[in-house]
């Protein structure tokens, strides 16, 4: 894919779809559709960057609309896709699970009728090219326990909420339209992304929102989970290496070795806040005070941590964020928005 060819990105107004196409706008020659329902979890401003760009168009579309996907294919004839539009929070999986065997389940078949459909009338030579990313996360693979050895991709699923229940049964749907169809697809299950832009919902812009307010700063169980974090744009760079080089029919993790407990996590970014907006509330000493520990959520997962050295050998991507530096441009990124700092 060396020259510009047309990218098809479901959930590019989400969190990480915006990392992925601000990327490619900007380092790449190549076009972009972005496909989007504009559920709650949309921010257009993380497309700002790239919104007027002759390479970029939007489409309100919602994955579970098979004939505005086949209107979608026929318009712009895309030569790939990377399909990240799903319902992401685990906490809204556990109140709310339909929302997401609709989006995850359901939409993830559809967009594969749609695309396989579209695939198969194709000419040879972009037969040959065309490529299905379908993003997964690490969380299909259960819970590790302190001493157990990384997920690996051939780490047994074993999911535990209705988010990664549903994430798992779209990996094996689009597993199975690759070995049954010859679809295209590669799979790939990255770790906890961070980074500027995310929900806050998110812990990471729960901790430093909930801060700044002078709110508590809520932490489950005695917030020893421990969560592998990878800093967005290191994700967005391994999803185009695996778009340009990956292998068709394989799946790869993606993770950057930064393990944290959560309330480690919590006071890391309490400790930037203090350093970089201190006593923002006149009120507060130390930002840490502000951690109250709330009962835990049910099935939470007790320790995630990718081993992502088969991305690394065979396609030669590598993270190049250092967390503490990752977490700190994070920090300056919520506060340059809320205008904290300048
Ligand atoms: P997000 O919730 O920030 O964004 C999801 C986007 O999908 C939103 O823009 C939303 O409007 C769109 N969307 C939702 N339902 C849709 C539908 N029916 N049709 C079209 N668009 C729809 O999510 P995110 O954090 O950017 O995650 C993106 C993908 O990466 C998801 O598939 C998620 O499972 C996966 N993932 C996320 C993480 C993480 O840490 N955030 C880690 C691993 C994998």
């Known amino acids: 894919m060396s020259d510009s ?5 479901t959930g590019g107004a989400g969190f990480i779809g915006s990392a992925v196409i601000r990327y490619i706008i900007e380092q790449t020659a190549h076009q972009v559709i972005n496909l989007d329902k504009l559920t709650y979890a949309a921010n257009l401003q993380a497309l700002q960057s790239v919104s007027t760009n002759n390479r970029y168009f939007f489409e309100k579309v919602d ?5 505005a996907l086949d209107h979608i294919f026929e ?4 030569n790939a896709i990377i399909h990240l539009a799903a319902e992401s929070h685990v906490d809204r999986s556990i109140n709310h699970p339909a929302k997401f065997i609709e989006t995850n389940v359901i939409g993830t078949f559809t967009l594969l009728e749609s695309s396989y459909h579209y695939w198969q009338n194709l000419a040879k030579d972009l037969k040959e090219t065309f490529r299905f990313i379908h993003v997964s996360t690490d969380e299909v693979y259960g819970e590790l326990q302190q001493n157990e050895s990384k997920f690996t991709e051939s780490t047994p699923y074993a999911p535990n909420s209705p988010y990664s229940a549903s994430k798992a049964s779209s ?13 295209p697809t590669i799979i790939t299950h990255s770790t906890n992304n961070y980074g500027p832009f995310q929900h806050p919902e998110k812990l990471i812009p729960s901790v430093i929102a909930n801060a700044l307010a002078g709110r508590p700063i809520l932490i489950y169980g005695e917030g020893l989970q421990m969560r592998d974090w990878i800093y967005v744009e290191d994700n967005a760079k391994a999803l185009y290496s695996v778009l340009i080089n990956g292998k068709i029919g394989e799946t790869y993790n993606i993770g950057a070795n930064n393990e944290s ?8 970014l309490c400790k930037i806040l203090d350093e970089l907006a201190p006593q923002y509330k006149s009120s507060i000493i130390k930002y840490r005070d502000l951690i109250q520990f709330v009962s835990d959520r049910p099935g939470h997962d007790y320790r995630y941590a990718i081993d992502s050295s088969k991305i690394t050998k065979e396609i030669g991507w590598q993270p190049q964020e250092d967390f503490e530096s990752g977490l700190r441009k994070t920090v300056i990124a919520y506060l340059n928005s809320k205008q904290i700092i300048g």
């Not at 318009?75 to 895309?78: D, G, K, L, S, T």
């Not at 689009?174 to 679809?183: A, D, H, M």
């Open 171 to 183: 990996d094996h749907l689009v597993r199975s339209w690759y070995k049954t169809y010859g679809l």
């Open 63 to 67: 994955i579970c609309h098979r004939h």
């Open 5 to 9: 060819k047309k990218i098809l990105i």
């Open 75 to 78: 318009q712009y004839q895309p």
């Open 261 to 268: 407990t959560n309330i480690a996590l919590a006071e890391k």
